[in-house]
């Protein structure tokens, strides 16, 4: 199993499919580790119908259907060119859950993921043996979004697609979830404002990317837990603020990151060498200028 995840995600199919036939060869029995992996390894082939066989293989073969399994799908879904039919699974991931009386919500701790999954196996146990307590055991699994359904769905409907719209909606659905602020989600936004900004007529506005950054910066200084300023975050800040906002601007954005950022030599230079192009660059705000101009 292991080995067949990392040739997957290495994109060594070929050596991935060479594992997997030496499994069928030794007769192993695929467990719920190995089903996800399949679902994985299909949404790298850019295959859905595959995608869908081997999510009906893990049905087939009793293991429950939980988040990490949902996930996936959205994920293979997404990377086959489904986009409309990963997000009707996270749609009814979202109303599954909230139709259900005292549904649990997906663990934060790793410590409490590793104990679930180890449920979940049990449970799959004991499906196999008893098939009629299959259903039920379905029912108490958790199918809530977490926070890897928000970053798929993120880097896709904003980063890649720039729906601002779906961007909204589903940055205003996570507080049913309990998600808090992230950088998993920050540098996405941040992502898709330098992608989808700085372009006539676009909605990825300097003023919306001002209220983005607000957040960031009120969640540093509340010293959320998983908010810290990393290379890729300043990286995609101050190309965000450059498309949208000019050099000045993006310029003032590098001073307040400094203030709260103590990187080790190579992350400032990664960022140095950054920000360097960006001001040799021509400037957005003489680019909007010419936009005025050429409309006159």
């Known amino acids: ?67 990490v399994v949902l996930n996936a799908m959205i994920s293979a879904l997404i990377r086959s060119h489904e986009a409309n039919a990963a997000e009707n699974i996270y749609e009814r991931m979202k109303r599954s859950h909230l139709e259900r009386s005292g549904a649990k919500l997906p663990p934060k701790d790793f410590r409490a993921r590793r104990k679930i999954t180890k449920t979940l196996k049990m449970m799959t146990v004991i499906a196999k043996i008893d098939k009629t307590k299959r259903e039920e055991l379905q029912r108490r699994s958790i199918i809530a979004p977490d926070l890897h359904t928000f970053e798929i769905l993120l880097h896709h409907f904003a980063v890649q697609a720039g729906e601002l719209d779906k961007t909204a909606k589903f940055l205003e659905e996570m507080t049913w979830f309990d998600i808090a602020p992230h950088n998993a989600l920050f540098v996405p936004l941040l992502k898709a404002f330098a992608c989808h900004g700085g372009i006539r007529y676009t909605r990825w506005t300097e ?27 300043v990286l995609w800040a101050i190309r965000a603020f450059a498309k949208c906002s000019g050099k000045s601007r993006t310029v003032e954005v590098w001073e307040e990151i400094k203030q709260k950022w103590d990187p080790g030599e190579a992350d400032m230079d990664f960022a140095m060498g ?23």
């Open 207 to 233: 003023s919306r990317l001002e209220v983005v950054w607000k957040s960031l910066i009120g969640a540093l200084d509340d010293k959320e837990e998983d908010v810290y300023i990393s290379k890729w975050l």
């Open 274 to 296: 950054h920000l360097r192009v960006i001001l040799e660059s021509q400037d957005m705000a003489e680019r909007k200028h010419d936009w005025v101009l050429g409309s006159l």
């Open 1 to 67: 199993n292991v080995l067949f995840d990392v040739a997957c995600k290495a994109g060594k199919f070929t050596l991935a499919e060479m594992i997997y036939k030496e499994m069928l060869t030794r007769g192993f029995e695929f467990d719920r580790y190995h089903h996800v992996s399949m679902i994985f390894y299909h949404g790298l082939m850019r295959n859905g119908d595959a995608a869908r066989a081997a999510y009906k293989a893990l049905v087939e073969a009793d293991e429950i259907v939980d988040t």
